[in-house]
């Protein structure tokens, strides 16, 4: 019989959608960064800590140190879970289908879509039926715009596509086949790009007017198109990034949202 589980990235994410008559017999698994801001602090002052020496589990909640984003908690769980996936994984991020202004449709749409998701269905479903673009357009994008273009050689071992259109908003049904057909040290890799180490590697910092920085939001002046994020947020980067990657990890379908050269 073909098992299903949501995995939730939560931030104080309001999650009682989780009980509504769709979702509520699904088991699923919470991972919560909520409490995880004083962690953060602690991790950043000690290099010598890591995520995982906070990592709490209650129940069907674990609660993480606030690093990361929704990307780092969707490559945390395979990593953890990899010989032990559910057929089919749904991960949702926080109570985004809930977002009256950024959705299509109202939440029932999105869950009863989930609710039906079965055997039968493709290996990789795009539940929110978002895409992006990449390159991401304006010149404060550009340094962004390179970095992606050598982390993607370097994860999937071939040149980034010039132009695609992805899946986005990191909301997205993968089963266990599309899962394992790469390997454990594929998402081990991935991790560490997103995980404390994005601060202390060079994955996603570059020198700008003398500065550290990341390559997200290089300068000032940029800070007021991400207000909430600071040039010192290496996370925001990667997780920008890992959305960008999802739909090629798991869809064997990808090539279809590459533009032709």
């Not at 990307?71 to 809930?98: K, M, P, R, W």
């Not at 990667?238 to 533009?259: G, I, L, P, R």
Request: glycine content about 4%.
């Amino acid at each position: 019989m073909t098992n299903k589980q949501i995995i939730v990235a939560s931030y104080k994410d309001d999650l009682t959608f989780l009980q509504n008559k769709y979702l509520k017999d699904i088991p699923h698994l919470v991972y919560e960064k909520g409490r995880g801001d004083f962690w953060k602090k602690k991790i950043l002052g000690n290099s010598e800590l890591k995520m995982e020496d906070f990592v709490e589990r209650k129940d069907n909640v674990v609660y993480l140190p606030n690093i990361g984003l929704c990307s780092q908690i969707y490559l945390y769980h395979i990593v953890n879970n990899y010989h032990n996936l559910a057929d089919i994984n749904v991960f949702i991020a926080g109570d985004c289908l809930e977002d009256k202004r950024h959705r299509k449709f109202p939440g029932e749409y999105y869950y009863n879509k989930i609710f039906n998701i079965d055997g039968n269905n493709p290996h990789y479903i795009n539940i929110c039926e978002t895409t992006g673009n990449f390159p991401l357009r304006g010149d404060c994008y550009r340094f962004f715009n390179e970095r992606i273009r050598a982390k993607w050689e370097s994860l999937f071992d071939e040149p980034c596509p010039r132009k695609f259109y992805p899946a986005i908003d990191s909301t997205f049904m993968a089963t266990k086949k599309a899962i394992l057909s790469r390997p454990k040290s594929f998402y081990e890799k991935a991790l560490g790009w997103i995980d404390e180490r994005c601060y202390r590697e060079d994955h996603w910092k570059m020198i700008y007017e003398g500065e550290v920085v990341s390559v997200m939001a290089p300068a000032k002046k940029n800070l007021k198109k991400f207000p909430h994020k600071s040039p010192k947020h290496f996370d925001f980067a990667a997780c920008s990034f890992f959305e960008h990657c999802y739909q090629k990890m798991f869809d064997s379908n990808f090539n279809k949202c590459v533009e032709a050269p």
